[in-house]
């Protein structure tokens, strides 16, 4: 499995071996990877070969390490198409994954500017500021907050905050969602955010901002999330 004489470094041929024993199932998401040194006997490789190994699966998301107890296969990460404009509850289902909403904060607030100029709606009119854990089978996935403004969108609840707001927008209000622009950017969780996504204080998470326009252009939503960047990763379609 591990060719010397290959011009292909040893660390990498170790990395791909190892990912495909997760790609086809050998191993499997929780499962512990023999210690370091038992691959360097194996395979006849310096330990610190098999460390970088495993560093760059770890950075790539195939594996984390624990303190003290080693190193073990990572959850499969969520791959979202950027092409189609879904909610989170659609994303989740269309997976079958179920999912759920933990609610921290369900508000209506006078906007700030920042938030009245994304809404294009006046300093200080009502927007519902609604702070949500999205959980897909009981796993937090990402944390959101959206921006709606109230004279638009009446009467939301927290009923319906905890389950879809894009639903209701759509199927209760009949109004028609059309399109979106959203930035990804990565950062590190925070304190607060680590806690509410139960992750390590610092970890990777991709920050998302959405405005979502209705059919005639008006913005229906400002959203800020923080997705955990071991749990999602992106995927675009090009063509030349
Ligand atoms: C997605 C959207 C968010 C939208 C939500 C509606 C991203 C980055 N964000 O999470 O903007 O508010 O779906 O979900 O994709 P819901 O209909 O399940 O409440």
Redesign the pocket.
């Known amino acids: 499995m591990i060719n010397k004489n290959s011009p292909i470094p040893l660390y990498y041929q170790l990395e791909e071996h190892i990912k495909g024993l997760i790609e086809n199932g050998e191993l499997s998401p929780g499962d512990a990877l023999p210690p370091e040194r038992e691959y360097a006997e194996k395979y006849q490789i310096s330990r610190m070969t098999v460390r970088q190994a495993f560093t760059q699966l770890v950075n790539e998301g195939y594996l984390y390490r624990l303190q003290g107890k080693g190193t073990f296969v990572a959850e499969r990460k969520i791959e979202q198409p950027l092409q189609g404009l879904?909610?989170?509850?659609?994303d989740m289902k269309a997976r079958g994954l179920t999912?759920s909403n933990k609610l921290i904060k369900f508000e209506i607030i006078p906007a700030i500017s920042q938030i009245a100029g994304q809404l294009k709606i006046s300093e200080y009119e009502p927007v519902y500021e609604i702070k949500r854990i999205?959980l897909a089978d009981g796993v937090p996935m990402?944390l959101?907050t959206?921006y709606i403004s109230a004279n638009l969108i009446k009467g939301l609840t927290v009923q319906i905050a905890n389950?879809?707001?894009?639903?209701h927008i759509e199927e209760h209000l009949n109004l028609r969602i059309d399109s979106?622009s959203?930035v990804i950017e990565s950062s590190s969780a925070s304190q607060n955010e680590a806690k509410l996504l139960k992750i390590a204080n610092g970890a990777p998470v991709m920050h998302?901002q959405?405005n979502?326009y209705l059919h005639d252009d008006t913005p229906v939503?400002f959203?800020k999330?923080v997705?955990r960047a071991d749990r999602y990763k992106f995927m675009i379609q090009m063509k030349r």
Do not use: D, K, M
């Open positions: 879904t909610s989170f509850t659609e999912p999205r990402a959101e959206n389950q879809s707001l894009y639903g979106a959203q998302i959405r979502t939503e959203v999330s997705y």
